[in-house]
Structure formats: structure tokens, C-alpha cells
T-cell receptor, first 116, second 113 residues
């Protein structure tokens, strides 16, 4: 079962506009979320994270919003730049019996294309 | 370069052969993870080490797969008697703490002929 879902396989936006990437989750035990960016032929690169005790986290042009009641998070990129064109993955860690986070569960990713 | 390093970047082999991949994590990271990614999917967890101890293995890791992390430094992932379905990108990640983000290498792309 897909515990982390990214329902939009692709998104295209104009340079300078806002990009909004969405992610839904089903596991109510998730309490921490991460966004990764992946360029072709490279590994995923950590972008930004958010803890469930917050509903917003901002880092420069990137802001992640978390709506716990809706089990939904979104990544906003403002302003979008051509170099932001990549696949974006939403992920959440699961904890083992000792309460230690270990494995990440990823969504299928959204391909963002920012047109000049 | 102090990031996670994986070798080789590409491996092409015939079905039935054994292959081994290596991962060198970021030096101060004691947690190391292996993931597999196929086309159109996100990375899927395979196994996890804390120092030299392998603490968790996914059901995706059949008995043809074995991973080691001697001395808690680099790690190897071996696939024996490779099958067509093993074709994928194999990613390694490391983290300093359980709560910190995992940092990924650029992966090893395995192609089975």
C-alpha cells in the first residue's frame, strides 16, 4: 500500500511563478516529513523538512506546509527558476520498536519543469 | 568531496552472475541505508546499518541479497544469481542521527542482460 502519495506525476510552470507540489500520506504515525530533489543520473538531494509540531517551515525560496488533519503537505517554490527543474520526492521516516527513525517511505515523485 | 560515494556508477551483467556494489558514507555518519529505485517509483528501503550492525531488512531483500558493513565504515551489497527483475538503481544513504536527514549517493545502476 502506498503510504505516501504524490498524485501529480508532472507539473510545468513559468519561470518566476510559484510551483506547488503536493503530497498526501495515510499513516497517522508519521511525525516528520522531508522533501528531496533529484536530477537525472544523480541521487536524491535533501531539500527541506518539517516536523508534525509545526505547520510551516521556510528556507529561502522553499516553504513546506503541513496540514495534519488532512494528512497533506505541500512544497512551495517561489520564485521558480529553470534550475529547479527536477523530480521532487516527498518522504516520511518510520520508527522501529525503539522509537528510532530509520527507513524512509517515498512517494513516486513529481517531475517539475520550469520554463524560461 | 565529502558526500556519500558509490561504486561502480554503472554495472551491466548477464543473468545469473553475481554483482557487488560498494558504498562509502559520509565519514562521521554511523547510520547507513540501502534503497532500490525502479523507473517511475520512489526509492524503496532495503536495509539499514547502525555502525556494523544490520538492524533491519526489508522483505524486498531476498536470500540472494546480502549486505555487510565491516568495521562500521563502508558497506557492500551483493546480489547472487542476478535476475532480470534486479535491474534498478541501487542507492546508498547515510545519516548522523536517527532524526537527521539521510544523504544519498548518486547510486549504482544495474542492468541485467
Amino acid at each position: 500500500d502506498q503510504q505516501v502519495k504524490q498524485n501529480s506525476p508532472s507539473l510545468s510552470v513559468q519561470e518566476g511563478r510559484i510551483s506547488i507540489l503536493n503530497c498526501d500520506y495515510t499513516n497517522s504515525m508519521f511525525d516528520y516529513f522531508l522533501w528531496y530533489k533529484k536530477y537525472p543520473a544523480e541521487g536524491p538531494t535533501f531539500l527541506i523538512s518539517i516536523s508534525s509540531i509545526k505547520d510551516k517551515n521556510e528556507d529561502g525560496r522553499f516553504t513546506v506546509f503541513l496540514n495534519k488533519s488532512a494528512k497533506h503537505l505541500s512544497l512551495h517554490i517561489v520564485p521558480s527558476q529553470p534550475g529547479d527543474s527536477a523530480v521532487y520526492f516527498c518522504a516520511a521516516p518510520q520508527s522501529n520498536s525503539g522509537g528510532s527513525n530509520y527507513k524512509l517511505t517515498f512517494g513516486k515523485g513529481t517531475l517539475l519543469t520550469v520554463n524560461p | 568531496d565529502t558526500g556519500v560515494s558509490q561504486n561502480p556508477r554503472h554495472k551491466i551483467t548477464k543473468r545469473g552472475q553475481n554483482v557487488t556494489f560498494r558504498c562509502d558514507p559520509i565519514s562521521e555518519h554511523n547510520r547507513l541505508y540501502w534503497y532500490r529505485q525502479t523507473l517511475g517509483q520512489g526509492p524503496e528501503f532495503l536495509t539499514y546499518f547502525q555502525n556494523e550492525a544490520q538492524l533491519e531488512k526489508s522483505r524486498l531483500l531476498s536470500d540472494r541479497f546480502s549486505a555487510e558493513r565491516p568495521k562500521g565504515s563502508f558497506s557492500t551489497l551483493e546480489i547472487q544469481r542476478t535476475e532480470q527483475g534486479d535491474s534498478a538503481m541501487y542507492l546508498c544513504a547515510s545519516s548522523f542521527t536517527a532524526s537527521g536527514p539521510q544523504h544519498f549517493g548518486d547510486g549504482t545502476r544495474l542492468s541485467i542482460l
